[in-house]
């Protein structure tokens, strides 16, 4: 290493490039040793040392010196032996330097718990998303309602099972209350759909996830707690096959893209026509497994054309409210569909027992990271 | 419900599809075949499963009609009896006798039975079945009795409709349909006795009841092993009767079945004549003089003879959209289509005044098809529902997001990152937790029919299934438990509930002491710092956290009241130690329950960038031993009272207590504190940190604190 520097005589390209050739040099011959971390440093303090870097001391002796005519071509020679200097330093020494002990890295790293989000929270959201992205709005409706809403606006006449004590849980003293008055739990989220025409007019699409309940005995499948996902879209004309595209675009949307739908006719008191779907096992690829019985087909959704009768009842409550009536059937139309999330939880997630849903059981819940 | 292919194809000569074919095309169409299961015969047995509300395909010849629907094939007439019947003979109707009269027959409760026929057959043999009637009961499944009854049985699973036969010579005088007297009893087929209300409908003779109208005929009346003449009934009863007289007697009948979902009031007769004429092949004898027929002119305009229903072809198309079908016009269920489809189920079609409309006449066997969206459903299921296209509506209109939904978010992301798992439990609780969970001064609502006696009330508040969780857990050895619940709750009464969302966190085990926290106390703060996360997402007044006015639930000095401002955003703390005890819960648990309104009331905070200062910040630690009566409040009041700005922060790093009073004199604590100092504008001057210093330690002697070295 020379603490001097000779100084610079001529500034001509070809001094220039004299003086450098012999700075590169060194250079590279220093760099071709550089093994360690530790010869890296004493190379890096060697040339660009703040105070008594070679590349300081170079510059303070011959460019401060330097005709300003010859500071470009200087400058630029600078930069190239910098380049080279960095180049150099960028390479990883073989052995780098160690600060302790290895470590165990077989332990087990610190993992601050994170707590998970429930299993039926999590389908109802996946599902809500898709028909989020349909253009559907969340609604909600209380679970505690009357039987105009959960009933008799949803077309279910005067004396249908559904309204017997033996299928809805209702509250206490009732009977004294005109029929559409009486509070019961919610037997479906379709009070919601109710709610919502009444209080806005066509266009509609919203999306109801929420809790429900009916009076079933308690098994591995049933349970008189569960919670649904239902839809509503009521617009100017639209169809039947709407409903079927809309349906199929979701299922594929939730359980992938090679999932098919199928509609058989069925009966709801609020749709006509009104439809089951099944859709191909997504888990067996139709090949036939337990979660399809062996059969290829998985039931999924009950669906249909929202029945004229429903809404001549959302018009009629309309008017009562002091609101035009918004849902004449020649010109507005509309589908409804529901589906059980707990059924849909259990088929993806494996859960054979409904009831742990509702166990709080944490050595359960914590499966669903 | 079963059915036998070979019996169905009777009446379809013309079908060219097999049984398993068949079977999925009837299914697609809304007639569900949920077995086909192969008969030694050749044919297959059907298990069908039905709609209520298509009573009318519960039997062969409403499932034959179906398939001739389907696939466009002729549909025989029942009268050609190229069924059961014809197997056993061929027997011509009785027209001997025509011309004379048939046994009388008076209709007293004509808003009930709204049809009568009657016809009287002489001379019968009563005996088992044989031949082709038993052979297909077994196949079937259904019960012989004898022939005459199992010919009525017979009918009824050819065609529907319930018909039931007497024993003539145990009849005093006319028919009387009329309603029972109060209290009147009768014994009925199955062997009970009955006591009939005024709402029940009999049919009588001119003495007594013979039987519960439309659900099942008497004892006293009924055909046996001695019985030599007949009188056959088939009739027509108003089905909210039926069904009314059907719960109140426990009785659920194939007969009461048909009649409370709507029997086809035209088909008495035929169903008289089909069933006569099988008596009389399977028994022998004769009929006797004309079938009487009493109609009730009101029943029949509610059946019968119902108005025409107006449909549009445009409405049709418009209702059902696209369909896939090429060559179809527009790929939209053209109308030939439509008038064959409705035609072949028994409607007749005539154009209307309306310009592409049809007036619609309805078949009396389909009191299910009332209006126009009825045919529409009736097109849509025939046509085949897999034959409509896949199609999107067109978007109009923007998404609206509940008003809460950022909130609720907030709130279950925020508890999860801190370790908080989401649980799910009952809706109910018993009274005894309704009453001890409640917030103070609201009321649990009674449900009606509680599903146990444990779910007699609806939840007022989230703790009881939280602490009934933690108990689960407790008893499975988990080890800690962190849940929380986000749900609704109910308050009021039984004339109006009032519902509202609530949040919950539930907590036991694992919970680590710290510089400044005991053992003991942990759990307690480590669900205090849960809270304060939660909260300190929104734009509330200052939170502060309260020993007053506490919950009964709370263990006396172990938990606060959340207040911000003025107002109480919920309660945490430590599940007293004789609610522990009695629920037995070994582990001490904490348990919180915040008033998701009132934090609702508030927004959520929106980020708001500050530059970081660029000059360094300084800390300065201070110790003090305090009187255990000197609270962390009060001493962050009073460095905050200072109204330093430069003061950034201000936190207790250590807090020790010495029980033996060698450290720390007994009822003191030592704390350390931490303070740090920096500006946004300049270095900060030694001059001026220990000018700050000086009056930090001036608040903290007027506290009554006691300097220790820093
Ligand atoms: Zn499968």
Same mark, same amino acid.
């Given at each position: 290493m020379t603490d001097t520097i000779a100084s610079l005589s001529a500034y001509d390209d070809a001094s220039l490039d004299q003086a450098f050739r012999g700075l590169t040099d060194e250079v590279r011959g220093a760099a071709a040793q550089l093994s360690t971390a530790e010869t890296q440093e004493n190379f890096r303090l060697d040339w660009l040392g703040r105070k008594q870097g070679r590349l300081k001391l170079l510059s303070e002796s011959w460019l401060k010196t330097a005709p300003p005519e010859a500071k470009k071509s200087l400058g630029m020679r600078f930069n190239a032996l910098k380049n080279e200097i960095e180049a150099a330093l960028a390479v990883e020494p073989a052995g780098t330097k160690s600060t302790g002990p290895s470590i165990d890295l077989s332990l087990p790293g610190i993992r601050r718990n994170i707590g998970l989000e429930h299993p039926l929270t999590r389908t109802m959201r996946e599902m809500t998303a898709v028909f989020a992205a349909l253009g559907y709005s969340v609604g909600v409706g209380p679970e505690v309602e009357s039987d105009f809403y959960n009933f008799e606006a949803l077309n279910f006449p005067p004396n249908h099972p559904a309204r017997d004590t033996q299928d809805t849980l209702v509250v206490a003293d009732q009977d004294t209350k005109p029929l559409r008055e009486r509070l019961l739990m919610r037997t479906h989220t379709s009070p919601v759909q109710i709610r919502s025409m009444i209080e806005s007019a066509p266009p509609l699409r919203i999306v109801i996830p929420g809790k429900v309940h009916r009076n079933d005995e308690s098994d591995a499948t049933h349970s008189p707690i569960f919670h649904q996902v239902e839809g509503l879209c009521v617009d100017t004309n639209i169809t039947f096959s709407d409903l079927k595209g809309t349906l199929d675009y979701a299922m594929k949307a939730f359980f992938g893209s090679s999932v098919k739908t199928r509609f058989f006719p069925s009966f709801f008191p609020f749709t006509e026509p009104s439809a089951d779907v099944q859709i191909s096992c997504p888990f067996c690829g139709q090949k036939g497994c337990r979660k399809c019985k062996y059969s290829g087909w998985i039931e999924l959704l009950g669906c249909g054309m929202v029945d004229p009768a429903v809404f001549a009842a959302v018009d009629a409550r309309r008017i009562e409210n002091g609101l035009e009536p918004a849902y004449d059937t020649k010109k507005i139309s509309g589908f409804a569909f529901g589906m059980g999330v707990e059924r849909i939880a259990m088929m993806k997630y494996g859960v054979g027992d409904i009831g742990q849903f509702y166990s709080g059981d944490l050595r359960f819940l914590s499966q669903f990271v | 419900m079963n059915i036998l292919s070979k019996w169905l194809r009777e009446y379809l000569p013309a079908l060219d599809v097999d049984d398993r074919q068949l079977a999925e095309d009837l299914t697609l169409r809304g007639i569900a075949v949920e077995g086909v299961h192969a008969l030694p015969d050749g044919g297959h047995l059907f298990e069908m499963d039905i709609t209520t509300n298509r009573v009318d395909a519960m039997n062969h010849y409403g499932i034959a009609r179906e398939a001739a629907t389907i696939y466009g094939v002729p549909l025989l007439q029942?009268? /050609?009896?190229?069924?059961v019947h014809a197997e056993l003979g061929n027997v011509d109707v009785p027209a001997a006798d025509a011309a004379a009269s048939g046994y009388p027959v008076r209709i007293d409760a004509p808003e009930f039975c709204g049809r009568f026929t009657a016809q009287v057959v002489r001379g019968v043999t009563v005996t088992a079945s044989e031949g082709l009637i038993a052979e297909r009961f077994a196949q079937l499944g259904q019960k012989p009795i004898s022939n005459a009854v199992d010919v009525t049985n017979a009918n009824w699973l050819a065609m529907g409709h319930p018909t039931h036969v007497f024993d003539l010579d145990t009849l005093e005088g006319s028919i009387v349909v009329r309603r029972a007297h109060a209290g009147e009893k009768i014994k009925l087929l199955d062997g009970s006795e009955k006591t009939l209300t005024t709402d029940d409908l009999v049919v009588a003779d001119e003495k007594k009841a013979l039987g519960l109208a439309g659900v099942m005929g008497g004892w006293d009346s009924r055909v046996t092993e001695t019985t030599k003449n007949i009188l056959v009934e088939a009739a027509w009863f108003d089905q909210a009767a039926i069904r009314a007289s059907s719960r109140r007697h426990g009785l659920h009948t194939d007969a009461s079945h048909r009649f409370e979902r709507g029997a086809d009031l035209g088909a008495c007769a035929l169903a008289n004549r089909l069933v006569t004429h099988g008596v009389i092949a399977a028994c022998g004898g004769e009929a006797v003089g004309a079938m009487t027929d009493v109609v009730i002119p009101e029943a029949e305009l509610r059946t019968t003879k119902r108005p025409h229903v107006l449909l549009s072809v445009d409405q049709v198309q418009r209702l059902l959209g696209t369909t896939i079908a090429a060559g179809e016009s527009g790929h939209l269920v053209p109308p030939d289509l439509i008038e064959q489809y409705l035609q072949a189920l028994g409607c007749h079609l005539r154009p209307s005044s309306e310009p592409g409309s049809y007036a619609v006449t309805l078949p009396s066997w389909r009191l299910d098809l009332e209006r126009e969206i009825d045919l529409i459903e009736e097109v849509a299921r025939v046509y085949g529902y897999n034959r409509f296209a896949d199609t999107l509506p067109s978007f109009s209109g923007g998404v609206a997001a509940l008003p809460n939904a950022a909130k609720e978010d907030t709130v279950r992301s925020v508890l999860r990152s801190l370790g908080w798992t989401e649980a799910i439990s009952s809706t109910f609780c018993s009274e005894e937790d309704a009453a001890f969970f409640a917030a103070p001064g609201e009321t649990a609502v009674p449900m009606g029919n509680p599903l146990s006696a444990e779910a007699g009330m609806l939840r007022p508040s989230l703790l009881p299934g939280a602490a009934g969780m933690l108990l689960l857990n407790s008893t499975r050895d988990v080890r800690a438990v962190r849940l929380f619940e986000y749900g609704t709750v109910f308050t009021g009464s039984t004339a109006s509930v009032v519902e509202r969302p609530s949040l919950t966190l539930a907590a036991y085990g694992d919970a680590a002491a710290t510089k400044t926290i005991a053992a003991s106390d942990a759990l307690f703060f480590e669900l205090k710092g849960a809270v304060e996360e939660v909260i300190s997402h929104f734009v509330t007044a200052p939170v502060t956290f309260r020993? /007053?006015?506490?919950?009964?639930?709370i263990e006396a000095g172990r938990g606060a009241r959340v207040v911000a401002g003025d107002t109480t955003l919920g309660w945490l703390g430590e599940l007293t130690i004789a609610e522990r005890e009695r629920r037995k819960l070994k582990e001490t648990v904490v348990l919180c329950e915040l008033q998701l309104p009132a934090l609702f009331a508030h927004a959520l905070k929106q980020p708001l960038a500050l530059e970081p200062s660029r000059f360094q910040a300084v800390e300065r630690d201070f110790s003090f031993l305090f009187a255990d009566t000197v609270t962390w409040a009060n001493v962050d009041a009073a460095l905050r009272g200072l109204g330093i700005a430069e003061m950034i922060s201000l936190a207790p790093v250590e807090i020790f207590r010495d029980a033996k009073g060698k450290a720390v004199p007994q009822g003191e604590y030592s704390l350390l504190l931490r303070t740090v100092f920096q500006s946004q504008e300049h270095t900060l001057r030694e001059e001026e940190i220990t000018a700050w210093q000086e009056s930090v330690v001036g608040a903290l002697l007027n506290l009554g604190g006691k300097h220790r070295a820093a």
């Open positions: - | 029942l009268e /050609d009896r190229r069924v020993g /007053d006015a506490l919950p009964q639930w």
